[in-house]
């Protein structure tokens, strides 16, 4: 199986992606769980308590990597979005499928820029930390990951199907 343009623009922007990933990993170094685990706070006290558990240089590389996570978003997005492309190019899809893997990243995308301005403007603005708030931004991030990994699962099980097709011819 020879790679088209498609193939190369959905390994292009992965690259990209993993790239991207590995930069936001590298600037939060050791506060990287504090991501997820701000992300997943349910309650004020315990956003506060993720943020409180952080010294200075913790918070000053936690604060860093939402600049780089302003880009991060477009780039899998559009990497999802090559993948969707070219799965499409080797296999038929439903119609459902094709307007759920067009969308479900563009989405995810969107509620991870809702996450990172609120997640910057909290970290600094502690004062503004509510449960109203946590709680939202918690459903956003719950989303967008489910999108994403939605998304990426689906893509997977697809290209897994197509590659075992041609293994197999």
Known sequence: MTLGVLDRRMLGWSALFVVSQAIIARLLGPTAPNVLAVQTAWSAQRYRQNLTSMDETEIARFRSH?????????IYAIALRAGARSLAAKTPLS???TTALAVAP???AAGDYIENIVG?????????????????????STVKWLLAIGSLGYLSQGFLRVWAQALFR
């Open 120 to 140: 910057l403007i909290l970290v600094d603005n502690r004062e503004q930390i509510t449960d109203t708030v946590v709680r939202a931004t918690t459903v956003v």
């Open 66 to 74: 939402y600049f780089p996570d302003f880009v991060h978003p477009a």
């Open 95 to 97: 119609p459902a499928a």
């Open 106 to 108: 563009v989405a995810s």
